[in-house]
């Protein structure tokens, strides 16, 4: 049985950041594969000799038949379930970001940098998300990419990604103020500190849908002096 796939819509909205520097919580906030079966399924009679012969006289002569079985295969194609995330590789039109949008926050008159853009090459890729902050003073700084998404309240979606941590450099005193969080508004995806530089791994979850909170953002956050970047690529979002 096949069952048909439904084509995701995508719109897009614009979610407004706010960062909170001295602050210890989030300082930013979002408004075929085939499987092959053989079996033997076809049966086919071979009458040998087998005669019927009815006449006025309501006479049948019946003489041997035989029945021999063949062995078939029968091909069942798994439906492909649908990523809903658009321009998930940041490949389109030779490298391109849209419909991602991003967000930066920070003070460049501080020595703030921030960095929401494309690298070359990705993941096995020819383009990858980079997600870039440096924060010269104690104020802090953002760097977000986000997409709305056809969440549906109460379903069970995973969620996949390759991630790469490019830059972790602590502050003056030695602490790491710098991290990775990816959420969907109060729904957190992932969250860690940028303490080591890291290689492409590849990051799966599950979390259950909100309508109400269908922007997933991927953020770079520095709440005080230091430098982070990541390094992103491959999202996947489908049903759980």
Known sequence: MRKSL????????????????ESGRYPIEYPAKTNTIPHSSTESTNVSSTSFQLSTQTTATLTSS???TSSSTTTITSPILANIVQNSGFEEVDGSLPPWFTITTGNQTMGDTTVA???????ESSSAAR??????ERNGSSASILQTLPIVTGTTYSISYDIAVSIAEPGEDGAY?????SNFELITIQFFYLSAVERYTRYTTTFVG???ASTLALSV???????GEVELD???????
């Open 6 to 21: 439904i084509a995701a819509v995508i719109w897009l909205g614009v979610v407004s950041a706010r960062l909170c520097s």
């Open 66 to 68: 035989t029945t021999s």
């Open 117 to 123: 853009g494309l690298i070359h090459p990705g993941s």
């Open 131 to 136: 997600l870039h902050v440096s924060v010269g």
């Open 177 to 181: 103020r710098c991290l990775f969080l």
């Open 210 to 212: 909100d309508s109400s």
């Open 221 to 227: 956050v520095c709440a005080g002096h230091g430098t």
């Open 234 to 240: 491959n999202l996947v979002i489908a049903l759980g």
